[in-house]
């Protein structure tokens, strides 16, 4: 017969291991269930009452359906339900000093994938924030990028039509977003996911998006005036992930206690990536230009790509990004918002390194989580802070799903974090909100 392992100090320690993660699971499940009580409605009859002059969402990284996420074949396959929340405890621990407030990613089992996968938020997300936007009578809607996990469009490569990826990612879940608002878009971008093929499979949706009506996608990055907007708002789109792909960029890489690891090697693109004509190489010069020729009292630049971020695993692009953006973003936009890390973040940048730019600091949102969860990296974000005193660091919640709904006035911008629950609900929970003066010339 055997012998018994109970005594065994290793297998002791990670079942005592196993016991505090389900235990802080449940008491976080537990609370939450406790505080999730919805926000007060909207009026009931009649329509919404209108309380900006200006009102819209940004959704960001909604694209994730876990059963296109084919794991590769070393990837850990969690057949039961305590292998995955022990995974999710191990998790949290790198990005946390310890377990107090856990919260797992919900879960589903996968019968393609054979285990336990995080769920995806996307349906909840779309249904709060259309929620939230017929509350708000919102004018339109954005889409920050990495609208289709995980690799965007594949022109069939993978086994998947791309018809049926477009209609499940993008028309299921948005095409009658804002439906019974005249002239209500969605205005689209690329993420890097969506990049992760081919030029020709990107183009692919970016040709989808066009012909489709509930969306407005002209180019790979553009500028456009919604409906009944002109001279009071002009939005400015730009392919970050093109961006990135034409500079230097070193790899992240954090240590135990959080702090940057520098001169790492450096991240690789395909060449279908970078600027392909002289329109695409000059693109911080369009935007710049742009921004200077607009006559639109609030000038919003969209990217997906954030300047600042707390995940712990996208600075080193935020410092490339920066370099390449923060000048015209300073001078001459009111805001700047963005996807990438799943997370629900607001900034501000005082704009100390930009000569020229207005005295007000520019305010940056990460709007992320539109279908994905990702920990707040806390030691690294509390060293980030320290390290930038002209980066402010107003809210951040990770580990949730969320969007930002943005209301504009005469002279105030309005920006408010949702999240929304873990128990699918699709109910909008008000996280922070926060106002910021016009600032642009």
Same mark, same amino acid.
């Given at each position: ?28 499940? #537990?609370?939450?269930?406790? *505080?999730?009580?919805? %926000?007060?409605?909207? =009026?009931? $009859? /009649?329509?919404?009452?209108? &309380? ?46 310890? #377990?107090?407030?856990?919260? *797992?990613?919900?879960? %589903?089992?996968?019968? =393609?994938? $054979? /285990?336990?996968?995080?769920? &995806? ?61 005249? $002239? ?258």
């Amino acid at each position: 017969m055997g012998s018994r392992t109970n005594g065994d100090p290793v297998t002791a320690a990670k079942r005592d291991f196993m016991r505090s993660a389900l235990a802080a699971l449940t008491s976080a499940l #537990l609370l939450s269930a406790s *505080a999730l009580v919805p %926000q007060a409605a909207a =009026a009931q $009859g /009649g329509d919404p009452a209108k &309380s900006h002059e200006i009102s819209f969402v940004a959704l960001g990284d909604t694209g994730y359906i876990p059963a296109y996420d084919t794991p590769d074949d070393d990837d850990p396959r969690f057949r039961t339900l305590g292998q995955y929340l022990g995974n999710e405890a191990t998790d949290w621990l790198e990005h946390n000093r310890d #377990l107090s407030g856990f919260r *797992a990613t919900p879960w %589903q089992f996968e019968p =393609a994938i $054979g /285990g336990f996968v995080p769920a &995806s938020g996307m349906y909840p997300v779309a249904m709060a924030a259309a929620e939230v936007c017929k509350r708000e009578d919102c004018d339109f809607g954005a889409l920050m990028g990495d609208n289709i996990y995980p690799d965007g469009a594949t022109l069939g490569a993978d086994g998947i039509s791309d018809e049926r990826r477009f209609r499940e990612m993008l028309d299921q879940p948005f095409a009658t977003f804002g439906e019974g608002k005249a $002239g209500f878009t969605l205005y689209a971008m690329m993420g890097n996911h969506d990049w992760h093929i081919s030029r020709e499979a990107t183009e692919a949706q970016l040709e989808y998006l066009k012909a489709h009506p509930a969306f407005t996608m002209p180019d790979l990055f553009y500028r456009a005036v919604p409906q009944g907007m002109e001279g009071k708002l002009e939005i400015f789109v730009v392919d970050t992930e093109m961006l990135l792909a034409g500079t230097q960029v070193h790899k992240d890489d954090l240590d135990a206690e959080g702090n940057e690891i520098r001169n790492t090697p450096l991240e690789e693109w395909p060449d279908y990536v970078r600027a392909s004509n002289a329109r695409e190489r000059s693109m911080i010069e369009w935007l710049t230009a742009a921004l200077q020729s607009s006559t639109a009292k609030w000038k919003i630049v969209m990217g997906h790509h954030a300047l600042w971020s707390s995940g712990g695993s996208k600075y080193e692009k935020a410092r490339a990004l920066r370099k390449l953006m923060l000048d015209p973003i300073c001078r001459y936009a009111d805001a700047y918002i963005a996807g990438d890390d799943h997370l629900i973040e607001a900034y501000t940048d005082d704009c100390s390194t930009v000569s020229g730019a207005p005295a007000e600091p520019v305010p940056m949102f990460v709007s992320g989580a539109g279908s994905k969860y990702r920990q707040q990296h806390v030691p690294f974000a509390e060293k980030q802070i320290a390290a930038n005193p002209q980066m402010t660091n107003l809210f951040s919640r990770g580990s949730t799903w969320g969007f930002l709904h943005v209301g504009i006035g005469a002279d105030t911008l309005d920006a408010t974090l949702y999240s929304t629950p873990a128990d699918q609900s699709g109910r909008p929970v008000e996280e922070a909100r926060f106002t910021f003066p016009h600032r642009s010339k």
